[in-house]
């Protein structure tokens, strides 16, 4: 089973500020037909179901503002929210998609400064 | 309007059984492969099965947590998504979604979801 980790657990920024959230694989999900990174990020607010953000790593679901950008290679991947608004306060999760069981990251906090 | 909405949840005593559904609207429910999350109270995203399409011969998956207690399966004709769930433990307390999966696999439409509990 592949097993996604997130640093931090936690963080505060800044209203304006760039938020940077880190998410590793136990393995790769780069799938070598396609050359696809098999991971999205999602974003859960409180009460409220999670929000498709990103997939195949980099790619903005549609609707999504353009200061939400993710990146990333092999194992090793990345959420910025640049200049981060008061209602991106919300708990973030990475997600492996490449093969069962579909793990989730343990998730990250971002709140304000 | 496109929309998942799950229904079914409650209390139930260890040992017992559940079955939540999901009624979809506003899409093509057939096309898709449907899954179920799980989130226990303050606690991060688990996945819990998955269903596929008719063209995929609605073939299952399912997290090893659930293996051979939870059923996951679909009424097309019905725009509908089903979890059968048996033999609950109070470690499956949780809120449940109903999940769309899009094509190449991310997860892009959650429903509200559905607390069930298991205690005695």
């Known amino acids: 089973d592949i097993v996604m980790t997130q640093s931090p657990d936690s963080l505060a920024v800044s209203l304006g500020e760039r938020a940077t959230i880190n998410c590793k694989s136990s393995?790769?999900?780069?799938?070598?037909?396609?050359?696809?990174?098999?991971v999205a990020w999602y974003q859960q607010k409180p009460g409220q179901p999670p929000k498709l953000l990103i997939y195949?790593?980099?790619t903005r679901e549609s609707g999504v503002p353009d200061r939400f950008s993710g990146s990333g290679s092999g194992t090793d991947f990345t959420l910025t929210i640049d200049s981060l608004h008061a209602e991106d306060v919300a708990v973030y999760y990475c997600?492996?998609?490449?093969?069962?069981?579909?793990?989730f990251g343990p998730g990250t906090k971002v709140d304000i400064k | 309007e496109v929309q998942l909405m799950e229904s079914g949840g409650g209390l139930v005593q260890p040992g017992g059984s559940l079955r939540l559904s999901c009624a979809a609207s506003?899409?093509?429910?057939?096309?898709?492969?449907m899954d179920w999350v799980r989130q226990a109270p303050g606690k991060g995203l688990e996945w819990v099965g998955r269903?596929?399409?008719?063209?995929?011969?609605?073939?299952?998956d399912y997290a090893a947590s659930v293996r051979g207690r939870f059923t996951v399966s679909r009424d097309d004709s019905k725009n509908s998504l089903y979890l059968q769930m048996n033999s609950l433990k109070t470690e499956d307390t949780a809120v449940f979604y109903c999940?769309?999966?899009?094509?190449?696999?991310?997860?892009?439409?959650w429903g509200q979801g559905t607390m069930v509990t298991v205690s005695s």
């Open positions: 997600q492996q998609y490449y093969s069962p069981p579909y793990s």
């Open positions: 195949w790593a980099s």
């Open positions: 999940v769309r999966v899009k094509s190449g696999g991310a997860f892009d439409m």
């Open positions: 269903v596929r399409s008719k063209g995929q011969s609605y073939t299952t």
């Open positions: 393995q790769s999900v780069l799938y070598s037909s396609n050359n696809r990174l098999y």
């Open positions: 506003g899409f093509t429910f057939s096309d898709y492969y």
